[in-house]
């Protein structure tokens, strides 16, 4: 296993296009995370996952976010309309449930910049 | 509302100079503190995981401690390969599962 995966490692779009991320966790991590990370920021969490129910959203997700993780396991993240404010590192996470010990795992992120 | 602020926001060492990041949080009902460290256009990479006030981690150089307000990430004789942005994130009863970062410390090894 190679850690988690995610692609592509850059996009950049044109404001009001939209766009899709892949990340594909540790292969028996039933738990997936989305955050976003703008330069000099901390990771700000965007949405979770267990298996294929997604459970927990943030209000920082407005209505132009939208994840899936169908059959619990490689999960996409579509952004639609995109606007500058956009312009972030989105990372992905994976971890086991009950083995939060080990912390979450993460993967390179993919830099996204609207222009 | 959760909070975790991380002092100092960056921190410049001479290679074996020791010295400590400091996280400062308010949670309802600590469920873990974790500590990570990012490189440069990486994703953060997992160090250690406290739970409660007086525990301790160690790995190499690096060693984690918690009160009931805050962590320490001691650094003993660093070496350049140290520098990175040392994150904190807690994980509390009222945030479910996700994590809340801080914004970082930005360490410098200087050879």
């Known amino acids: 296993d190679t850690g988690v995966s995610q692609n592509p490692r850059h996009k950049i779009t044109k404001r009001g296009q939209n766009v899709t991320f892949r990340c594909d966790p540790i292969?028996?991590?039933?738990?997936l995370y989305w955050y976003r990370q703008t330069l000099g920021q901390g990771p700000e969490f965007l949405t979770y996952?267990?298996?294929?129910?997604?459970?927990?959203k943030s209000r920082l997700l407005s209505d132009r976010f939208s994840a899936e993780r169908p059959k619990g396991s490689f999960s996409t993240l579509e952004i639609q309309r995109t606007e500058q404010g956009d312009s972030a590192m989105y990372l992905c996470?994976?971890?086991?449930?009950?083995?939060?010990?080990?912390?979450?795992?993460f993967g390179s992120g993919t830099r996204l910049t609207v222009v | 509302e959760d909070q975790v602020t991380q002092s100092p926001e960056a921190l410049r060492l001479q290679e074996g100079e020791s010295s400590s990041l400091n996280c400062s949080y308010t949670?309802?009902?600590?469920?873990?503190l974790f500590w990570y460290r990012q490189d440069p256009g990486k994703g953060p990479e997992f160090l250690f995981t406290?739970?409660?006030a007086g525990e301790e981690k160690e790995k190499e150089r690096l060693k984690a401690t918690l009160t009931k307000k805050e962590s320490f990430l001691h650094i003993t004789a660093p070496k350049p390969e140290d520098s990175a942005t040392y994150l904190c994130?807690?994980?509390?009863?009222?945030?479910?599962?996700?994590?809340?970062f801080g914004t970082g410390t930005r360490l410098t090894v200087i050879p």
């Open positions: 292969s028996e991590h039933n738990r």
């Open positions: 406290l739970y409660s």
């Open positions: 996470a994976s971890s086991l449930a009950g083995q939060d010990y080990y912390g979450y795992t």
């Open positions: 996952f267990q298996n294929e129910a997604q459970l927990e």
């Open positions: 994130a807690v994980r509390s009863q009222t945030g479910a599962n996700n994590l809340f």
């Open positions: 949670v309802s009902g600590l469920r873990g």
